[in-house]
């Protein structure tokens, strides 16, 4: 089957539902067929409306009504469908039939988010992005509901409306808008340690990602993998995207949320439109149980990573996104992720946050969508059928059948019946827990600073440098000293160095001891000394994966190439590179002076793709400007295409430009960058493609400070 055509079984179950208007009359909802929907029904030409005017009701009452509470968190999000396919079985581990059967094509719906913003705000906050991938198998639905990073910001799921509420608008004037940079945040931050682990990577670049298809995902919590002899191991499940991990710099994220707020989601709508499929590899760390007290961390702490040179990644499947939702709010606005809908051969582990993640989801559907039957909106519909005694309730859209809704029965028949583990039915894992009841935090949680000191450490120098700014920025948006004070000191718990040139950029000094004890995550009663975190402690140097510098460079697909044109432009220079361009599936755009058509040097007429005042450099990867004097000539008068270089020269993109171009370059910054190795003048059009494919020159960077964009 061609790669596009590839379908699901949930594509054929969704088609049922689909309603499509072509060629049909306007009716009521009640199929009464309407010759005029403009006006409403009233006592003469010139009123009033009369009361009686059925359809001018029916038709205002739905329009009332269309709006449903946002999501809580992760309200702004793009969806996809595709499909999930595994390239060996992994029964050793699991008896998941979505894990055992390589010829198995499992449909998906997968969701991206942002966490903090409304439903409008726009795509670059810096943010965790949310991951959720819900796998319509066999064996009923499992959600995976994780992040594009690889921890979480608190241990346990009690704290997760206070984290939530001190990063969200403040209560008394509802700002900001999707930032964290703000007082309640970083007041939060600073006094609950067990953040900053995620905080960090949300200072770093994973916080403002390239694309939707340019970044990890994980499933942060330790699950557990069930065989078929009901032995366990645990497992992490990391998804690596093919095309790689980039990211876009702060500057960039700023610029862009102006000039296109839907840009993730365009980026990602546009790929799956063009044939460009996102995909992603699935893998396992998988740690036998006889290992779970290995380890200077605690498995079950959702603010720990275990560093791949400890616990490989194990590749097992691919997911593909092949097909955008029909309708946005049917399909992205109304799915509901659950951390609970989980199948037999997969278990949940005693990780507290996620304990309380599966009480969490169920419940806020029922605010959200309405109705404890939210399961049979078609996006939420296992692709199985599902019989059981539940009832009534909203929107029930089902007619059960038959005279018995209980369980055990004789008058239906005993049905729905039982099934036996050994006929496919879900047990939870019988795991010996010999405890006392106790509200506390375990002991083995206690380590604040190891990990986010690693991952600094992990860093290339442009990333750390990135890492600095952002601190900068953020500390620097607070009003109170208090906070920032506390925040340093916690940060030079982490890296001296980092801490210093965040203070210097604040004009503050780092204290050298803080008031208040610094763990709160405990109770009242608790000793507080029994809770406090040592130093950070060096148990690996480096973890290569951490570093977004050790990342595949091979491919230019899908890259937005702006080719700056005017009429008169060298029909021969441009055709050879968008050859080499094209044949690396990178999306070429022609932009102008004006929108519509522009005639090359040969007199061929051409369609631009934008004018240059619909559009920005930060819209873009590359740049490239083919010769020929009069389209030159022409764009040399228009300042904005400098703005336009000097932009991607500052974001340390690639640059290429043939014959008289270099005069366009030459009024430019580039002009003192002609030696750098994303600048290709009269160069061979493989140098440029090699450029791209590196992402960014970031070596670039520190001589980019005086230009002034
Ligand atoms: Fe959550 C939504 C990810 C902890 C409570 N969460 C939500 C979504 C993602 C995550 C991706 C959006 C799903 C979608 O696209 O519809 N959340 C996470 C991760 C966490 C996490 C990776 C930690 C590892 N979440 C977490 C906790 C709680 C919640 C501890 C509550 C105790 N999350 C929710 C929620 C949301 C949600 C309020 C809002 C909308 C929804 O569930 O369906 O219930």
């Known amino acids: 089957m061609a790669k596009k055509e590839k379908l699901t079984k949930k594509t054929d179950q969704l088609e049922n539902f689909i309603d499509d208007a072509q060629g049909q009359p306007l009716t009521s909802r009640q199929g009464v067929k309407i010759n005029d929907t403009n006006n409403s029904l009233k006592a003469g030409p010139r009123g009033s409306t009369l009361l009686e005017d059925f359809l001018l009701r029916e038709k205002i009452t739905s329009f009332d009504h269309e709006r449903i509470p946002e999501r809580i968190v992760h309200a702004r999000g793009s969806g996809a469908h595709g499909y999930f396919e595994l390239y060996e079985n992994q029964k050793k581990y699991t008896k998941a039939g979505i894990f055992n059967d390589t010829k198995r094509i499992t449909p998906v719906f997968v969701r991206f988010s942002t966490v903090a913003g409304s439903k409008g705000s726009p795509d670059l906050a810096r943010d965790v992005r949310g991951f959720a991938v819900k796998f319509y198998t066999e064996e009923g639905t499992w959600d995976l509901v994780g992040n594009n990073m690889p921890i979480f910001f608190i241990q346990d799921a009690m704290k997760f409306p206070d984290l939530i509420h001190s990063v969200k608008p403040e ?222 309730g909203h929107m029930q859209t089902r007619i059960p059948k038959g005279q018995t809704a209980y369980f055990p029965n004789t008058l239906g028949g005993g049905c729905p019946h039982l099934s036996k583990i050994a006929e496919g039915a879900f047990s939870s894992y019988e795991e010996r827990i010999d405890a006392k009841k106790i509200r506390s935090r375990s002991e083995s949680f206690i380590d604040f600073f190891s990990q986010p000191a690693l991952f600094y450490r992990s860093l290339a120098d442009w990333e750390k440098q990135h890492v600095t700014d952002a601190y900068s920025f953020e500390l620097g948006k ?150 020929g004097k009069k389209s030159i000539d022409s764009l040399m008068k228009n300042g904005k295409y400098l703005k336009f270089i000097n932009e991607a020269l500052k974001h340390c993109k690639a640059i290429a430009a043939d014959n008289e171009a270099e005069n366009l370059l030459d009024k430019t910054y580039v002009k003192d960058f002609k030696d750098d190795k994303a600048i290709c003048i009269n160069t061979k059009p493989k140098d440029f493609v090699n450029a791209i494919a590196k992402h960014r020159n970031w070596d670039r960077m520190e001589k980019t400070d005086s230009i002034p964009v």
């Open 171 to 392: 209560p008394n004037n509802e700002i900001p808008q999707a930032a964290s940079a703000h007082d309640t945040f970083y007041d939060f931050i600073s006094l609950t340690p067990e953040t900053l682990h995620n905080q960090i990577w949300v200072m770093s670049d994973r916080a403002i990602p390239r694309s939707l298809r340019m970044m990890e995902g994980f499933g942060i919590h330790t699950y557990r993998l069930i065989n078929e002899k009901g032995e366990s191991h645990f497992v992490k499940f990391h998804w690596k995207p093919v095309l790689g991990v980039h990211s876009v710099t702060w500057d960039e994220a700023v610029k862009i949320n102006g000039a296109d707020a839907d840009f993730h989601r365009r980026d990602l709508w546009e790929a799956i439109e063009a044939g460009q499929y996102p995909e992603w590899e699935l893998g396992f760390q998988i740690v036998p149980d006889a290992d779970e007290h290995k380890y200077e961390f605690d498995l079950l702490d959702p603010t720990k990573l275990i560093p791949e040179e400890m616990v490989p990644v194990t590749i097992v499947g691919k997911m593909t996104l092949n097909r955008n939702p029909e309708n946005f709010f049917a399909e992205t606005e109304q799915v509901a992720f659950l951390p609970g809908n989980i199948i037999p051969g997969i278990d949940f582990s005693n990780d507290p946050l996620l304990q309380g993640r599966i009480f969490s989801y169920r419940d806020t559907q029922l605010s959200r969508l309405g109705s404890p039957n939210f399961h049979q909106i078609p996006i939420n519909q296992p692709i199985g059928q599902t019989h059981n005694n539940q009832r009534d």
């Open 478 to 627: 607070c009003k109170h000293k208090h906070i920032k004070e506390r925040m340093l000191w916690m940060i030079d718990q982490i890296n001296g160095d980092l801490a210093k040139k965040v203070a210097n950029n604040l004009g503050i000094n780092i204290p050298e001891s803080i008031e208040q004890p610094i763990n709160q995550a405990i109770g009242a009663d608790s000793k507080v000394e029994d809770f406090q975190p040592g130093k950070a402690k060096n148990y690996l140097e480096k973890s290569a994966a951490l570093s977004q510098s050790n990342n595949k460079f091979n491919s230019i697909a899908t890259r937005q190439i702006a080719v700056l044109v005017a009429d008169g432009f060298a029909m021969n220079d441009f055709e050879q590179m968008q050859k080499v361009l094209e044949d690396g599936n990178a999306m070429v755009k022609l932009i102008g002076p004006h929108g519509g058509i522009i005639k090359c040097d040969t007199g061929m007429e051409h369609k631009i793709d934008a004018a240059i005042s619909t559009t920005e450099s930060v819209l873009f990867d590359a740049i490239y400007i083919p010769g």
